[in-house]
Structure formats: C-alpha cells, structure tokens
C-alpha cells in the first residue's frame, strides 16, 4: 500500500512538468499498476531446473520449442508474434503482449505473460537434451491469457508429433 501511495505521490509531482523522462514516467506506472518481472530476471533462473529431458538433439529441440511457442493465443486470441530465438544460448523467448500491440513482434513493447525456455546439450549424449521452461505474468493488472509453463510441454509433445513420420515415437524422459 505505502508503494502505491508513493508512486501516486511521484506520478502527480511529475504531471506537472511537460520534459519529464520517459523511463520515470513508465517506472511509475509500472509501480502504480504493480507491474513487475523481466525477461532478465527469467534468464538468471537458467539452470535451476526443472528440466524435462528429451531424444532430440539441441538444435532440433530449440526449433521445437519454436513451433511450439507458435501456438500459444493471447488476449481476442491473437497469436503470440514476439518469439525470439537464440541458437547461440540454446533459448527460446516469448511475449504475449496485450491485444492492442498483438501484432507488434518486436522486443521493446511491454508483455503481459512471458516464457524463457533454454535447450541444455546432455554431455556424451548428442541426440538427447535437456529442456527448462521459467514464464511469468507482467503483475495482477496486466495478466496474460497463456500459462506458459503448463501449456508448452503440450505444444512440444503436438510439435513432436506433426513432425513425426511414422506415428511419434519421441516421448519425453521424465
């Protein structure tokens, strides 16, 4: 309570002046509406687990995980555009955004729900790999429609199978 009292305080001090920063002006709102988290903060969870082990080697799981976060729909059920891969740190990113930036796939616009997934190689095992999944929802008034964590090992199973020829046979080592 006293965090958005203060915040109040600052966004009614600040009103007044035409020239104020922009970064001050979103740090307020985003302690007035009690928006928290960042994509940074996912990525320093890297390694913690949990991790779900798969017979897929790294790259091809990596492009999986891709696919599969093709999937996920937003708010009005829009498609969730910003998905970022980089095959250098073995990972996946993904922002849903609210329906007015939907359609926006870049990376600067505010999320409401967000997910790092990063591939693991398995050391002496080139056609398995490890897979950890952390999301967050951006805070209680901004809370995205996809449940990151519950929903992908889905879409990576329904990925898996699409993809499959004959019937799927990779099933995840659990």
Not at 138 to 165: L, S, T
């Amino acid at each position: 309570m006293m965090r958005v009292c203060l915040a109040l305080l600052v966004l009614a001090a600040l009103g007044g002046c035409s020239n104020i920063d922009e970064d001050v002006r979103e740090t307020a709102v985003n302690v007035l509406t009690l928006q928290s988290g960042t994509i940074s903060e996912l990525k320093d969870l890297r390694n913690t687990g949990p991790f779900t082990t798969y017979d897929l080697p790294p790259d091809e799981l990596l492009s999986v995980v891709e696919d599969a976060a093709r999937k996920a729909r937003g708010e009005g059920d829009h498609p969730v555009r910003a998905i970022f891969v980089s095959e250098r740190r073995g990972e996946v990113v993904a922002k849903e955004r609210g329906a007015e930036d939907a359609a926006d796939d870049g990376y600067e616009k505010p999320f409401r729900s967000a997910m790092v997934a990063t591939v693991h190689p398995i050391l002496g095992e080139p056609t398995k790999s490890r897979l950890e999944i952390h999301a967050m929802q951006r805070g209680p008034f901004h809370k995205g429609r996809v449940q990151w964590e519950r929903d992908m090992p889905g879409w990576i199973d329904a990925v898996i199978a699409e993809r499959a020829n004959p019937p799927p046979r990779i099933r995840p080592i659990r």
